[in-house]
């Protein structure tokens, strides 16, 4: 019995509906996905696993409750939760329109940016209310996480409208994610105007419920 040599296999090439392309190949939600871990870890999960152990422990953190409350729920919201969508969205939407353009790397690098800090600076601004920067703080966070926020409304927009449609329901979805962010930031900004208008440590509950 002779052996014979297999026919060699050609290689498997990419291909499909979903090709290479210049933006995939970026991965640009990488990025967008640590920063979130990161923000779950510090300002996020970590933060209300502090504040329980002291509730727990028979601790009066009084006002610290609220400051810490609010900072931690929107560093989920819009860092966490934010983040990763944000970062997913960059690379998923463009395949929505056949591959359509995207820019990078400055969008998403000023998208991560923006939130990142707008982030931050709440939960400065807010924790250490005492402190005369506590104030501008709090603007500069909400001014910074809209920008975050339009930059990324502006990107993915321009992304929907250019390609092939889909023909699908599903950009109605993407286009009424986008207005959500947009309303949510905006909401924000409302917060932080008002509390730094009133000198307050907290958020006026009436806005506040509506961002919640």
Known sequence: MTNRLEPAQPRLRRSGRYAVTPWAQQHLYRPFVKAAIVVALTLGFTTAVVILILVASGQTIGLAWSTYLQSHGVAQLLGWAGLF???????????????????????????????LAGITLRALGQIAHE???SEPLLIASGLTLLAGYATFALTLASVLRGGRPSGTPVERWIWTGITWALVAATLHLAITIQMAIDHSPVAPARLNQAFV
């Not at 969205?89 to 939130?115: E, K, Y």
Request: aromatic share 8%; no cysteine; glycine share 6%.
């Open 131 to 133: 402190s005369p920067t």
């Open 85 to 115: 969508v944000t970062g997913v969205a960059m690379h998923v939407v463009p395949r929505f329109r056949g591959d359509a353009p995207i820019r990078f790397p400055w969008p998403q690098r000023a998208i991560l940016t923006l939130i």
